[in-house]
DNA sequence: GATGAATGAGAGTTCATTCAT
DNA sequence: CATGAATGAACTCTCATTCAT
């Protein structure tokens, strides 16, 4: 057998029924929470029978799971291709990694709260979530320590610290605009509060 | 008004059995998101016939609707009996409140999430949200406003900004606390988040 | 204690409560069906607490009966100061009769389609029914039997069978109007049927 | 069409549930008002789940609209079938037709109980019961111009009044026999009725 | 006698999942 | 592998009736 090279690890879903029942059920949960749409409505829309679903995801709640490693990839893949340390500015590397989730996300509205209602309910992909935060983390601390060495960041606290906070900015992004501003793309809300954030990270004019 | 003594027992048992429905609601709601909750359980841990629910709550969503206000009107309560002209820091003034809040979402982890999914779900319930955290925006400002005239804060964005910002910081806390650090007190993320974004507030060193 | 003269089939129904109760009901049944009806939308509108309904009528269904009992006796009344020997017309007599009972059912077209229901599920009721029915059956027989001595009616069948179906010509306007015609007064069709059913009844021109 | 000989066998079965499903509603409205079955006593009896039930019916009330249909289309294709053109008496041609309804209804009293008190309460099967009647008075209206015409039937009212009369006649027998004769068939009430009712239709002697 | 809180069986309906075809 | 009929537990909500006050 030949060696599969390159094995991305979008490498599953070859089958296009698979797709094609992966992308009725976000089509449809542009429309509506995951837990209001029925396996039915999915398999309709899919154009396969209602057993057909089972072939390929053992469970409704598995079919989230799946979509969830999909994003989740997607956003491996992007960090995979940054090349953070020909970056002359480390925050600018953050921002754009930033504005890559922000386009995910805000695709769409309800998919958006169906994942977040989903990660309020199952452990497992509550775990899937942290993991890619604390991998986001990760990367991000050495940006954040390049970024220290060359002045730009504030030294009183770690990279690590730096990075943590960073990273978890993104979230009031994403809550204002579920919660209260659906109408603003969610990038804009990116770009403002990291905008206004950016004093608490870099470094600071010395007093002299 | 008159005093009617002999409705008042029945009228006692009536609020009590009104509270009992109500914390046994709060007590499923440890243990799994409400919609996962059936009302049959809630009666039953109640110790009242299935149907008595419904005599106190047209809906089941209006439990949680009751229970959103109640959370709410501590709040304001809160709010109210604050005297934030005494102060001699705006911002510990806020920290202040923000620890309040997190002790009341602090109770339950689960319970919170059940909000959280509630409010993914229900319009009325992200509004009666909203409308609270726009309020304690308005609220901030003044505090933020008078923080800037003792110059205590910077001076380069609008009051309304800083509140602005200010509230939403506690949405990092909130997240990180449901999604991954459930065993940390909700009430120290809250005050390292508040430490650790301060100089995004406060007025910077005069460079000389 | 002192006879009480004259106390007529109508003697139910002192208490003020009582009638209240039953005029709600009438009330509603203008509405809708009885059994969409509840009987806390009784109390209600008549104004007295839930479990009072039952101190007057052991059974919701009982009201019911009541109610029939009451246009029973109105119909009695009515044929017990007829006083038909004086009338030249014995059909005329019956046209009478049937435009008054047309006028009770006429009021309302819900609460009559409530008694066609009731006597359709209820034995009890359609005993009561029958009962007036045969009632009204035994007195029509009487004017026809003196019609046909003075030549108005038709000899070759007996005055019972005359009566029989003359009385149930009435239904033929009942449904129709129930049914069909619910625009239409109720009285106007007992007109238009008796007209065109006279020739089953009237005496033949003596053909020579 | 190609005979697809795989799913057929299915096709059977589902055919057959779905009568299952019909005929234990039917037998059960032998015994009560169709409002007083639920749905689980009809899948009970059908020996089918629950859920099943809804695969066949979107409602419960769609069932009585069903079995209303089937026998509107009995009806139907009788009165397709008949030829009255070659009918030497139109009333004859009547007396069938209302016996074969009579047939129909008089199968089960209770069943023709339920239908009642189903058309007092739904606008839909009223609606469908009318235009049943509507073209059964079409129909008899032709026959009874053509009796007309070859001086069967009295010519100083409408042929349209004829037709329309005759048929209501049916009424009488059917609430009769609801009422207060469910012991006596059906049909025999409808031929005594007629025969009783003939004077108002057919040509008087002609006097001389 | 009046009250209305409490009862609880029962309604119609939904839907993830199974499995014979 | 695909199908879709069948399942049946679970859901929210209703309401005639009871009974302690």
Redesign the pocket.
């Given at each position: 057998m030949i060696e599969r090279p390159l094995s991305s690890r979008r490498e599953r879903r070859k089958?296009e029924?698979r797709q094609r029942l992966f992308d009725a059920a976000l089509a449809l949960m542009q429309e509506k929470p995951f837990?209001?749409?029925?396996?039915?409505?999915i398999?309709e829309r899919a154009?396969?029978?209602?057993?057909?679903?089972?072939?390929?995801?053992?469970?409704?709640?598995?079919l989230l799971i799946a979509y969830t490693q999909e994003m989740v990839d997607e956003v491996y893949e992007f960090l995979e291709q940054l090349q953070p340390e020909n970056a002359t500015s480390q925050w600018e590397v953050m921002r754009q990694v930033m504005r890559f989730i922000a386009e995910i996300d805000g695709r769409s509205l309800e998919r958006t709260r169906s994942m977040m209602v989903a990660c309020c309910q199952s452990n497992h992909l509550r775990e899937m979530m942290a993991q890619m935060v604390d991998e986001a983390t990760q990367r991000a601390m050495l940006g954040f320590a390049r970024g220290q060495e060359q002045g730009e960041f504030r030294t009183d606290v770690s990279a690590e610290q730096l990075a943590y906070y960073a990273v978890r900015l993104y979230r009031i992004c994403l809550m204002e605009w579920m919660m209260e501003r659906p109408d603003q793309p969610l990038s804009d809300l990116v770009e403002q509060t990291l905008d206004f954030f950016k004093p608490a990270f870099v470094k600071q004019e010395e007093p002299r």
């Amino acid at each position: 057998m030949i060696e599969r090279p390159l094995s991305s690890r979008r490498e599953r879903r070859k089958e296009e029924t698979r797709q094609r029942l992966f992308d009725a059920a976000l089509a449809l949960m542009q429309e509506k929470p995951f837990d209001q749409i029925t396996v039915e409505e999915i398999t309709e829309r899919a154009d396969v029978a209602k057993g057909t679903f089972f072939s390929y995801f053992p469970t409704k709640e598995q079919l989230l799971i799946a979509y969830t490693q999909e994003m989740v990839d997607e956003v491996y893949e992007f960090l995979e291709q940054l090349q953070p340390e020909n970056a002359t500015s480390q925050w600018e590397v953050m921002r754009q990694v930033m504005r890559f989730i922000a386009e995910i996300d805000g695709r769409s509205l309800e998919r958006t709260r169906s994942m977040m209602v989903a990660c309020c309910q199952s452990n497992h992909l509550r775990e899937m979530m942290a993991q890619m935060v604390d991998e986001a983390t990760q990367r991000a601390m050495l940006g954040f320590a390049r970024g220290q060495e060359q002045g730009e960041f504030r030294t009183d606290v770690s990279a690590e610290q730096l990075a943590y906070y960073a990273v978890r900015l993104y979230r009031i992004c994403l809550m204002e605009w579920m919660m209260e501003r659906p109408d603003q793309p969610l990038s804009d809300l990116v770009e403002q509060t990291l905008d206004f954030f950016k004093p608490a990270f870099v470094k600071q004019e010395e007093p002299r």
